[in-house]
């Protein structure tokens, strides 16, 4: 608000993708899990729920999910065993803050269909979804 007149932000257009499509985020951060499934929603396309790496496996078989986002968390190693059974049902997509050169080459080992940053915007993460899961 400026001098009592609101001013309308100029949004642009959200992209419109023609399937809904079930994603599942795998995470220990049940507020981060929680905001980022909320915001992936509102913006359409998606069907989203999340849950923990320890029930995830078997969540993903009997949801039967188009992709999953699997949480690497700061500080917490990455499990290549649990990314290669989760691929198993669903494109994987790693979501993580920095990976190292010989991180990257493990996790690209294990089947990981896409690596996204944290910090690159939500928009960008709807676009790699839809390219994984062939729907873009």
Known sequence: MSNGVVE???LRPVERFP????????TEDERLGGTLARVLERRGALRVKKTTPAVAI???RIEGVDVVLLDLAAGVAFDGELSARLGEYAPVILLCSYLT??????VRASGVAA????H?????????????CGTA
């Open 8 to 10: 309308a932000r100029q």
């Open 19 to 26: 399937t809904r499509l079930r994603a599942l985020i795998v």
């Open 115 to 118: 690596i996204h940053l944290k």
């Open 101 to 106: 050169q010989g991180e990257r080459e493990r």
């Open 120 to 132: 690159i915007g939500v928009e960008d993460l709807r676009r790699r979804i839809h390219t994984v």
């Open 58 to 60: 078997a969540q993903a």
